[in-house]
C-alpha cells in the first residue's frame, strides 16, 4: 500500500490502466524516489467481466465457449481446466486418445505464447526488429492450430469427455514440418536473446525475484522457475498425457547458468520451454493410441448425465504463464453450474511485481511489467505527480517507450 | 520435525495432521485419480476445519514446506459460506504433489476468518479478492482495499452471494429499462422461494 505524506518527497507514477493493444486493462501505481522504484502497488480489476458469475447462470456445456474467451493466448488452458474440473466433478473420463490431442494443443500454445512473448520482450526495450521477427515466426503455429483446428485464435476443440477434432496420421507430417522449422530457428532466438550483449544489458541483474520471495509470494511459471524454483504442474501432478511423457523441470541451472530470477533467466526458461515442448510433441505423436475422441459423443445424453451429478472438481494446469486453476460445482437436479472459481496464472504473479520493480528505475518499468508475461501491460497512460510542489506531468505509453529505448541506446554508447 | 522427510504421500499426510490437529479435522477424504496409459495417480486431499483451527492446520502445512497456496474459492451454500483454500504441497517431487483443499464453513452472521499472510504472503490477493465477493471479513488482512470490483460497485453488495445481499435483479435487467421496473419471475434455480 502506498501512502504519502507531506513531508514526504518521493513521487507517485501510476501506470495504465488502458491500452487498446492489451488484452486486459491493468494499472501499477509506482512509488519514485528520483529515478529509482521504491514502491509498486498492482491495481487489477479494470476488466472484470464477472466471468464466474456469468458461468453460474448457464449450464455447463455452454460454459466450454465462455471459459475459451477468458483470454485470448491461453484459450486452450482455460478450457481445460473447466473440462476436466467438470470431468472430475461428475466421474467423467476422457478416453487417452483426447488426452493425448488435448496435451499436442496444449504444448502447440505454449510454443505461441513464448514466441509471442519474446518479441513482446524485444519491443519494450527497443529492438523492433526481433518482435517482427518472432511474430513472424509464430505465424507459422498460428497456422498448424488453424490446420488442426480450424480456428486461429478461439479453438474449439474441447468438450466434457474428450475433444471434438481428432488428430488422424494425415496430418502428422505437417506438424513435423513446423516442429522442423522451429527447431531450425531456434539457435538464431537463443543468439538474439541469450547471446546479443545489448539485450544482456538490458536483461541482467533486472527484475530480480529471489527464490525465497518467489515461494513465499506463491508464484507460479517461468517466472518462478527462472529463480531456481521447481514448480511446474506438469510434472508434479500430471494432467491430461504428461504421465506418459517424459519431461524435466526447466530451471537455468540445468544449462549451466546461475539461478538468478532476473529477466534473462526468465527469458531463457521461456526459450528453452520452446525446445521442451517440441520434444513433448513428437512425444505424444508417437505413442498416440488409438481410440475414440469423445467418451461421449450425444450431447443431449452427456447434459442428462451433468444435470444428475453431484460433486466437485478442481482442474489444474501448467499454462504458459504458469500454474493456473478451476474449481467447479455441480448440484444434483440444478442444470447451471453451483460454484465456479477461475484462478490465471498473472493472478498469483500479482504480488511478485513488488519485489521485482523495488531499486529499478523508470525505463526499466517496460520489461519488468511484461516479464511475468502478464495478461496486461498497458502503458497508455503514466502520470507523475511530484508531492511536494504539486505539479503533476504525464507520461504517455511512446513516453515511456522512448525512455526505455533510449536507456539501451545510451548503454550502448557508454555514456551511462 | 526431524524424522519427516518429504515427499510425503496422501496417507502419510492424513496421518501427519491427523496427529497433530486430531478432533478438529473433519471428512478427511483421500482421492487418486489415475490418468493416461501408464496411470499415474493425481493425488488429492479434500478435509473440513473450524475456523478457529485454520490458521493452526496452515502452520503445521508450513512447517513441512512453504505451502502453495493455489487459490481460494468461496460459495454461498444458503445457511453458511463455504471457503476452499486449494493448497499444494510436495511440489518440485515430480508425479507426488498432493492437492489439500481445505473447506471452511463461516456462518452468514459472522462471515469471518482470520488472515493467513504472515504464514503464507502470497495469500493476498485471494483474501481481498473474497472479501469484495463474498462480504467475508478477513481479520488482520494487510490491506484490506477492493482490488476488482470499481468504486462505484454497491458498497452491501457482493456478487457470489445468493441471498439478499446478492446481484439477482441486478445482473437479469440492466439491459432493459423497462423490464427493470418489473419484479424478476425466473425462479432462483439455488431453492430461492417457489
Known amino acids: 500500500m502506498i501512502e504519502m505524506s507531506e513531508e514526504d518527497t518521493t513521487y507517485q507514477v501510476p501506470i495504465g490502466p488502458i491500452h487498446p493493444a492489451l488484452k486486459e486493462p491493468f494499472m501499477i501505481n509506482f512509488k519514485l524516489d528520483g529515478e529509482t522504484i521504491v514502491d509498486a502497488d498492482p491495481h487489477p480489476g479494470m476488466n472484470h467481466r464477472g466471468i464466474e458469475f456469468m458461468g453460474m447462470h448457464r449450464n455447463p456445456l455452454k460454459v466450454i465457449p465462455l471459459s475459451e474467451r477468458i483470454c485470448g493466448i491461453c484459450s486452450i488452458v482455460h478450457q481445460h481446466m473447466y473440462t476436466t474440473a467438470v470431468e472430475h466433478a461428475a466421474g467423467i473420463e476422457p478416453t487417452n486418445r483426447a488426452r493425448y490431442i488435448r496435451t499436442i494443443m496444449c504444448e502447440l500454445e505454449r510454443v505461441h505464447s513464448h514466441v509471442l512473448w519474446a518479441g513482446v520482450a524485444a519491443h519494450e526495450i527497443g529492438f523492433d526488429t526481433h518482435l517482427h521477427f518472432t511474430w513472424k515466426i509464430r505465424e507459422k503455429v498460428m497456422d498448424l492450430l488453424e490446420y488442426i483446428s480450424g480456428n486461429r485464435v478461439n479453438y474449439s476443440m474441447w468438450t466434457v469427455g474428450g475433444v471434438r477434432r481428432d488428430i488422424p496420421e494425415s496430418m502428422h507430417p505437417k506438424i513435423e514440418e513446423t516442429l522442423t522449422y522451429y527447431e531450425e530457428l531456434y539457435q538464431k532466438l537463443e543468439d538474439i536473446f541469450l547471446g546479443d550483449p545489448s539485450i544482456r544489458l538490458r536483461t541482467k541483474n533486472i527484475g530480480i525475484l529471489t527464490k525465497k520471495e518467489a515461494l513465499e509470494l506463491c508464484g507460479v511459471g517461468p517466472t518462478v522457475r527462472a529463480s531456481g524454483v521447481k514448480k511446474d504442474v506438469r510434472i508434479d501432478q500430471p494432467y491430461a498425457a504428461y504421465g506418459d511423457l517424459d519431461l524435466d523441470y526447466v530451471i537455468p541451472s540445468r544449462y549451466g547458468y546461475e539461478n538468478t530470477g532476473d529477466v534473462f533467466s526468465k527469458t531463457l526458461v521461456r526459450l528453452k520451454e520452446v525446445v521442451q515442448s517440441i520434444g513433448l510433441i513428437r512425444q505424444c505423436v508417437d505413442q498416440m493410441p488409438d481410440e475414440d475422441i469423445d467418451s461421449e459423443p450425444k450431447k443431449a445424453v452427456l447434459l442428462n448425465k451433468l444435470k444428475k451429478a453431484e460433486g466437485e472438481g478442481i482442474g489444474r494446469i501448467e499454462a504458459p504463464r504458469g500454474e493456473a486453476i478451476h474449481y467447479a460445482r455441480l448440484k444434483e437436479g440444478v442444470e447451471e453450474l453451483d460454484c465456479w472459481k477461475i484462478r490465471a496464472s498473472t493472478y498469483n504473479n500479482l504480488t511478485t511485481y513488488a519485489p521485482m520493480f523495488m531499486g529499478e528505475q523508470i525505463a526499466d518499468i517496460p520489461i519488468i511489467a511484461a516479464c511475468i508475461d502478464p495478461c496486461i501491460g498497458c502503458m497508455d497512460r503514466a502520470e507523475i505527480v511530484d508531492v511536494s510542489t504539486g505539479k503533476s506531468k504525464s507520461y504517455s505509453h511512446d513516453e515511456l517507450h522512448k525512455l526505455s529505448v533510449e536507456k539501451t541506446k545510451k548503454l550502448l554508447e557508454g555514456s551511462l | 520435525m526431524k524424522d519427516i522427510k518429504l515427499p510425503l504421500n496422501p496417507e502419510e499426510l492424513e496421518e501427519y495432521l491427523d496427529e497433530r490437529m486430531g478432533e478438529s479435522i473433519d471428512d478427511l477424504e483421500i482421492e487418486e485419480i489415475k490418468k493416461g496409459i501408464k496411470q499415474r495417480a493425481m493425488k488429492l486431499i479434500w478435509l473440513t476445519v473450524e475456523r478457529e483451527d485454520f490458521r493452526d492446520l496452515v502452520k503445521e502445512l508450513a512447517k513441512l514446506h512453504q505451502p502453495h497456496l493455489s487459490v481460494a474459492s468461496g460459495s454461498d451454500m444458503g445457511d453458511f459460506i463455504e471457503l476452499i483454500y486449494h493448497f499444494a504441497v510436495n511440489y518440485g517431487y515430480p508425479g507426488e504433489e498432493v492437492s489439500v483443499n481445505v473447506k471452511v464453513h463461516l ?85 430461492g422461494d417457489d
Open chain 2, 107 to 191: 456462518p452468514k452472521d459472522d462471515p469471518t476468518i482470520s488472515t493467513i499472510t504472515d504464514i503464507v504472503p502470497g495469500a493476498i490477493t485471494t483474501e481481498r479478492e473474497k472479501q469484495e465477493f463474498l462480504g467475508v471479513t478477513v481479520e488482520d488482512i494487510p490491506d484490506s482495499r477492493r482490488l476488482w470490483l470499481d468504486e462505484v460497485f454497491p458498497e452491501d453488495k457482493y456478487p457470489w452471494r445468493w441471498d439478499d445481499k446478492g446481484m439477482e435483479e441486478q445482473s437479469r435487467y440492466v439491459h432493459d429499462e423497462d423490464e427493470a421496473a418489473t419484479p424478476p419471475t425466473k425462479k432462483n434455480p439455488r431453492g
